[in-house]
């Protein structure tokens, strides 16, 4: 086993009822110490049923799951949650209402306590570096009620940080919070994790969000892996139409091959000499089309949004296609105008058609 590798899921397989489909269905993942794994997908595609079972909450039917090398379920073995070296964050905190911040925390360390791993007396101690560790210093006396939802999301983070797992699961921790506190939470548990050289597998079903703070996703769908590979792999090469979709939110333009081209209404592109398909469709990036005023265009401007350092255009053709386009701030087109839409780069991907 290599020393390296934290998490190592091999044909990991759950069903919860015979007759519904697998919620995971033979997932095989490893993930390297110190890196963070975005899970991304769908709701229902299994995210939360895979960290179930990484943390120990839940028991699959087939697979094993190997922690820093030792194996911790799977062919007869089974090593309980709090003996797996595992810290987990949900969603909605889940805090004791009626103890305070540091109780709270110190809640996290009692097992090991009580394993006489740790000192009575250095409880209190270990407890206050992780209320520090997430900012949080001057809070120990409060009660959730009386912090905001983005501080109560570091105190759940504290008390999974106190023991000092290698690695931390987290589930969609920020999905309940603001937008203004997520954008900045996010960046900052990253900055937390790398600082006590925790690896982490982080649920989200916001696209911007894996894309962000992943140095590994995982394309999740219907209890499957679709697609495993950095953020920029993913964003420039999505494997799938499924994948091409949720990531990079782009557009799909029918193609259709005539011989060694693809005719679409956004123009002819070079097929590749291996394709084998004549029904496609086009991926075009949003960023990638370019529009020109002009009045035999085939595209009319039907909405347009100014996002500060760009332009969101939504554009439809004659027979009712729409397109959304991001251009830069210098490209600004009227309600109503006629347009030209160019893609740019040279060979883009075509998907075939109805393999969603
Ligand atoms: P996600 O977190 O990606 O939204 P989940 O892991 O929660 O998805 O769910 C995956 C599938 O497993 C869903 O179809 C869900 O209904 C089912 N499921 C999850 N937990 C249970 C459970 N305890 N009992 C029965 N079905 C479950
Ligand atoms: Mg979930």
């Known amino acids: 086993m290599d020393q390296s590798v934290i998490l190592q899921l091999n044909g990991l397989t759950k069903q919860f009822a015979k007759q519904s489909p697998p919620a995971l269905d033979h997932i095989t993942l490893a993930l390297k110490m110190g890196d963070l794994l975005g899970l991304l997908g769908p709701s229902g595609c299994g995210k939360t049923t895979l960290l179930r079972l990484i943390a120990g909450f839940e028991r699959p039917q087939q697979g094993t799951i190997e922690l820093a090398g030792r194996r911790v379920c799977g062919e007869g073995m089974w090593v309980p949650p709090e003996r797996r070296d595992v810290g987990v964050v949900f969603q909605d905190y889940a805090l004791f209402p009626h103890l305070t911040v540091m109780e709270n925390v110190a809640f996290g360390l009692k097992p090991l306590a009580r394993r006489g791993k740790l000192a009575t007396g250095q409880v209190k101690e270990e407890a206050q570096r992780a209320i520090a560790l997430v900012g949080l210093a001057g809070f120990e006396t409060r009660y959730p009620h009386e912090l905001s939802g983005g501080q109560q999301q ?203």
């Open 154 to 356: 570091r105190v759940a983070l504290a008390r999974a940080l106190a023991p000092r797992p290698s690695l931390v699961l987290l589930d969609e921790p920020f999905s309940n919070l603001d937008v203004q506190v997520r954008l900045y939470l996010r960046q900052e548990v990253r900055e937390i994790l790398r600082s006590v050289s925790a690896s982490g597998v982080f649920v989200t079903h916001d696209q911007e969000e894996a894309l962000s703070i992943s140095d590994w996703l995982a394309v999740m769908r219907q209890g499957q892996i679709e697609q495993v590979g950095t953020p920029e792999d993913i964003y420039r090469s999505p494997q799938t139409r499924f994948v091409a979709g949720f990531v990079t939110q782009a557009n799909f333009v029918a193609a259709q091959r005539v011989n060694t081209h693809w005719e679409t209404a956004l123009g002819n592109f070079p097929a590749l000499a291996s394709t084998n398909f004549t029904q496609g469709e086009l991926m075009v990036r949003q960023e990638d089309l370019q529009l020109q005023a002009d009045g035999h265009g085939a595209w009319i401007v039907r909405d347009r949004q100014f996002l500060g350092r760009e332009y969101r255009y939504t554009l439809t053709s004659a027979n009712g296609q729409t397109l959304y386009a991001r251009t830069d701030a210098d490209t600004r087109l009227d309600l109503n105008e006629t347009v030209v839409a160019t893609v740019t780069g040279d060979r883009p991907t075509v998907f075939p058609l109805g393999l969603a």
